[in-house]
């Protein structure tokens, strides 16, 4: 591992499959020390991205790296000291839980040192463990993977769509587990559709569509460049003039109860109301990622279009894993 080199970096990545573009050379650094989040609806490019940083597939033009090293020509090094979320369908049914974990760890050459935190966390008992895992059901399945990716402390963890299947209780306990992955230095890669959870626990995100990143910021930042909304009630008949306000517009008339979309400082809206004494009540909503995030794939107002969706289980080109 480089100690200078960002943890994940792309550099014009490109990967086709025949006249289909999944992924239109793309630009990404992951610094080190973060929780990076990875965002897209179903065919954007997030899995095509993850199978290229795991040397799965080979890029059509431009490369990948981790800590440096070619993820496809320099596989080995770059993957020395990663943990990758193995889909739950793809573990190997006739084993036990503790049979695979064993191997995984034995794979990695690492000792399983937060093996047993994982387990209390996620709520994976010895009974469960010494079954077979074509007894397990889809969320049990969920919790060993996480389990086998994570219990070596990897310097880097790539987790595509890691809470999938898990109950909102066992989901906070594990968010915690990867807030205190990051404070001691780990750098998490995820992909997720549970938005809620990329913002409680992601410092940075990109966003892709169609293939190409169309946003990457901190998260705070992101939010500061788009619209809160405020809801004023008054007394009476709303005042006119709110419309004319900097950086203000009226989205919404209710009786007395106005809509308003927020751009920039909330300074201008508050000299207003301060002005007035027929003020009931001000609601003032931080924009959420959410919102942000539809508003990339909202084609009226972006223009982005519709993602051209590859389903997971397409036919993949025969291409030969690198050494």
Excluded at 102 to 123: F, G, I, N, Q, W
Excluded at 153 to 159: G, K, Q, T
Excluded at 187 to 212: K, N, P, W
Excluded at 301 to 313: D, E, H, M, R, Y
Aim: hydrophobic share 40%.
């Amino acid at each position: 591992m480089s100690s200078d080199a960002p943890a994940i970096s792309t550099t014009n990545l490109t990967k086709r499959y025949g006249a289909v573009t999944a992924l239109d050379g793309i630009d990404l650094v992951v610094p080190g020390g973060v929780t990076y989040g990875f965002l897209g609806p179903n065919g954007a490019g997030k899995t095509t991205t993850i199978r290229l940083l795991m040397g799965f597939v080979r890029p059509t033009s431009g490369a990948a790296r981790i800590w440096g090293h070619d993820c496809w020509h320099d596989g080995v090094r770059a993957r020395a000291d990663l943990g990758f979320l193995v889909p739950a369908d793809a573990l190997y049914p006739d084993m036990t839980g503790y049979a695979l974990l064993d191997y995984m760890a034995a794979l990695s050459r690492k000792p399983p040192v937060l093996r047993p935190r994982l387990l209390e966390a996620l709520e994976l008992g010895q009974d469960a463990l010494n079954r077979r895992l074509n007894t397990y059901s889809k969320g049990m399945k969920q919790k060993l993977a996480l389990t086998a990716a994570i219990q070596t402390n990897p310097a880097l963890l790539v987790l595509d769509e890691p809470t999938d299947g898990l109950d909102p209780l066992i989901q906070r306990s594990f968010e915690s587990m990867l807030s205190d992955l990051r404070g001691s230095g780990s750098t998490i890669f995820m992909s997720s559709h549970d938005l809620a959870e990329v913002e409680r626990t992601c410092e940075r995100v990109a966003i892709i569509s169609d293939g190409r990143i169309v946003a990457e910021e901190t998260i705070d930042d992101l939010k500061r460049l788009h619209h809160r909304v405020a809801e004023v009630i008054f007394a009476g008949e709303p005042p006119a003039g709110l419309d004319r306000l900097a950086g203000i517009d009226v989205t919404g008339r209710d009786g007395n109860r106005v809509v308003l979309s927020l751009e920039g400082s909330v300074m201008p809206l508050l000299r207003f109301l301060a002005d007035r004494d027929d003020v009931v009540d001000l609601l003032l909503s931080p924009p959420r990622l959410e919102d942000i995030f539809l508003g990339y794939y909202d084609t009226s107002a972006n223009g982005l279009g519709k993602s051209q969706a590859i389903p997971v289980t397409a036919a993949i080109p025969k291409e030969s894993i690198p050494r």
